[in-house]
C-alpha cells in the first residue's frame, strides 16, 4: 500500500497539529487522520505532562469543539481511536459528539512518557 501524506504545521502555537494520510488497500480507499488532543493547562503552562492524565482547559475544550471539530464536519467518520488518557478521549468525545461514531481507547497509543521530567518546563528539558 502506497500512502499520501499531508502534515498541517502548528498554527499561533496552538496544538493544532494534523497528519492525513489516505492510501489504497486491500478494501479499498482508507484514510486515516492523526489529529492531537486539544490544550491542557500543562500545555498553557509550558509544561511536559507525559502520561500523567489530566483534562482539557477550558481553552481546550472550546478548541475541540470549535477548530478541530470544524475540521471533520464533512468528512465521514467510521471509528475513532484514542489512547487511554482524558485529554484525548475528552477531545475525541467533543470532536465527535455529532457524528455518533464508536470512540474505542487503547493505552497502545498513548505517547511519549517523560519519566521524572514529567511537569517539567521545556526550558528544564535539556535532551542529551
Not at 493544532?16 to 503552562?45: K, Y
Not at 492524565?53 to 471509528?79: F, M, N, P, V, W
Request: glycine content about 8%; proline content about 2%.
Amino acid at each position: 500500500m502506497s500512502w499520501n501524506y499531508v502534515r498541517m504545521p502548528e498554527i499561533a502555537g496552538l496544538q493544532t497539529r494534523w497528519i492525513h494520510l489516505s492510501g489504497i488497500g486491500e478494501f479499498g480507499l482508507i484514510t486515516i487522520f492523526l489529529e492531537g488532543h486539544a490544550i491542557t493547562s500543562d500545555n498553557e503552562a509550558g509544561l511536559a505532562s507525559g502520561h500523567n492524565d489530566i483534562e482539557l482547559s477550558q481553552a481546550g475544550r472550546s478548541q475541540a469543539a470549535g477548530e478541530k471539530r470544524q475540521r471533520y464536519e464533512s468528512i465521514k467518520i467510521d471509528t475513532v481511536f484514542t489512547y487511554d488518557l482524558r485529554r484525548a478521549y475528552e477531545t475525541a468525545q467533543i470532536m465527535f459528539e455529532r457524528k455518533n461514531v464508536p470512540i474505542i481507547q487503547d493505552a497502545r497509543l498513548r505517547s511519549w512518557d517523560y519519566g521524572n521530567l514529567t511537569q517539567r518546563s521545556r526550558a528544564e528539558v535539556t535532551v542529551v
